[in-house]
């Protein structure tokens, strides 16, 4: 078995000339080793290779096979690699049985292998020496196709692939992480954890492109904290870099508030492995998160309070219009002011940053780093207790109180969520009526919350359409405002609200 590391970034083929001409990579570029591969990834129809966490591949090289199997790790840069030249297209068994993957290959799943899609690239590829290290550099132009033999090419499917890779051969991977700063600073390359594999299988599903509700983090109860930490902030930034893809359809919403989710996730994670993971680059790390955070609660917003059609009389209907299309251009603004943070060289180096801050993540010195579900344990009593406390009298509270409650419970969720498969955390029953009961505070406090965000927004927005259309006669305003009031029972959801934390 070998261990890679490697860091990928995407880019869009309007971006690949400017790419080859950075002064880092230019040389290497011209004399660099070009190879057209076709590479073909098998799984069962069920996707059971894929779930378990194994990609299984023949990679075809002039008139050479390799078969290769990966196994996905707690990291996101590092992958478990067993490879072997073989004589076919087709997969080996035999020598599968060497790996990993063994453990998985049952009589069924053995007899059901199938192609699952293809990718063909043209890799150019070249040493590059940095800082006392040899990372190889490859580019990869090509398309992802999950049109297996003899199907109509009419209906396949493509996904276009053009990507970096900075693999580390030789050295410290702090080498890798500096040369990605450089030529991220010089050119719009995007750090991505998504694999071809991934792409490839979603592809295939019909799920590429659209909105990735939350992953569960694979953990383990031998895990240490670092590892365990580790393991959930990869699955938050796979979940984020998904959604990614679907900030660019035509209508974000969901994409917008499932990368907000992941965000949400990933600062909750931090809170809850605070005590082993803080260092000096802590704070920044979750000022830089708490920004991004910020940006994609505006659009999130605008998308909740974006007004449902009612029925409406003729005279009413381009007063309803108007309105209607100068609150959709805000929102759209919104969505746009998403796409530049994500896109922008602020959030580009910090995800390498970032990444390369959680890989380090080992613990402090004096941590009992083989207890974590004895820690983890105590840090969930410990916010539970907190959000008891914050919650008292809750009917009582003001609105900002209500809200700082609403999280409290909404973070303690995602952490015990993170969870599901360590029994030794908490047993079963008492972790599903903990996360049942949290869930229902943290839903009924979030659409009183909607319904009071809402009618603040709908009234700023009606003062500014106003001064901004002084020809509205007397009946528009009225009718507008009708159209966009709260929709939401607020006594009703806090009496749901107060009954789910009698059950806390």
Known sequence: MTSETELKFLMSFEDLPKVKLLPMLQSGFLTGKARHSETCYFDTPERDLWKSGFSLRVRKIDRDFIQTVKLETSSSIKRGEWESKIDRAAPELAIIDHTPLADVLNARIRQNLKRAFQVDVERT?????????????????????TDPPGVAAAKSEALNVCELELELKRGD???????????????PLRLSVISKAERGHLLAEGAFGRPAKASKPRISADMTGPQAFKAICRACLHDFMLNEAGLETPDAAEAVHQ??????????CLSLFKPIIRDDAYPKIRADLNWISRIFGLARDLDVMRPAPKAASQPEIATLSEFSGWIEAGRLAAHQTVRDAVGSLRWRIFMIDLTQWIENREGRPHERLDAMPSFVRTRLKKRLDSLVRKGRRLEKLDSESRHKVRIEAKNLKYMTEFFLDVPSVAASKPRGNLIFWLDGLQSALGKVRDEEARAAAVDAAMRSWRSGSESLDRTAIPIAKEWTMPQCDVRKQMRKAVQSYSKL
């Open 259 to 268: 990368g907000r989710i992941a965000v949400r996730r990933l600062r909750a």
């Open 173 to 187: 991977a702090a080498a890798a992480f500096a040369l990605a700063r450089v030529l991220a600073t010089q050119a």
């Open 125 to 145: 590829s070249f040493l590059l020496d940095a800082r006392d290290a040899e990372i190889e550099v490859a580019l990869d132009q090509g398309q992802i196709r």
